[in-house]
């Protein structure tokens, strides 16, 4: 896919994820990636987000991996980098297509849903300077998920917020950037209730 692939709702980062999975039996993490473009960070940043949303979290390691990602896209959306560049080691790791079939299946329904519901509103959000704390906000919550594995669903719903943070930046809906900050105001909250 050229880097001027311009999707425009949550649906069309799906079909993408669909159309780049691999007919044998694993996918390549760059060649999923890839198929965004290379430079829209966006699709790019919701792509592991979403994969973690889906049965693909109960893959041991999986949200680890995801959200390392997630924070280091959101880091070069901060610092303004115009190319993606994310390390081999990422970008070689391998996913089983069946999985990621499955993934996809599961979410065509939620991603229609949301693109019936988007529209933009409150856009003051999605643009500077606001738009850093999105960044910042998707950096925290891809740090944090590696973390997350050791209390079950955590790293979803934190996936979820970034999912909702960067279909605010896809869409231009301030909505769902407040949505995604009050889920990630309850998860850390509930976690340091947690933990003291």
């Known amino acids: 896919m050229s880097d ?9 980062v799906i079909e993408e994820i669909h159309d780049a ?11 999923l990636l890839d198929a965004m473009g290379r430079s829209s960070f966006v699709p790019v940043l919701m792509v592991p987000a979403l994969a973690v949303v889906s049965p693909l979290s109960g893959v041991p390691g999986f949200s ?19 190319k993606l560049w994310l390390p081999d080691i990422l970008r070689r790791r391998r996913i ?3 999985w990621l079939e499955r993934a996809t299946r599961s ?6 849903w949301f693109d019936r519901h988007t529209r933009p509103r409150l856009t003051f959000l999605a643009a500077a300077p606001f738009d850093r704390l999105i960044y910042l906000a998707c950096m925290l919550c891809g740090s944090a998920m590696p973390f997350m594995e ?25 909505l769902f950037a407040l949505a995604g900050y009050s889920m990630i105001a309850l998860l850390f909250t509930s976690g340091a209730v947690l933990i003291f």
């Open 4 to 12: 001027s692939f311009p999707p425009e709702a949550m649906a069309d």
């Open 21 to 31: 999975v691999d007919d044998g039996e694993e996918t390549n993490v760059g060649d």
């Open 64 to 82: 680890s991996v995801a959200g390392i990602i997630i924070a280091l896209v959101s880091a070069q959306l901060l610092v303004g980098r115009k």
């Open 96 to 98: 089983p297509s069946h």
């Open 107 to 112: 979410l065509w329904r939620p991603a229609r």
């Open 150 to 174: 050791l209390l079950p669903f955590t790293s979803s719903l934190a996936a979820m917020a970034v999912v909702l943070m960067s279909l605010t930046l896809l869409v231009r809906d301030g």
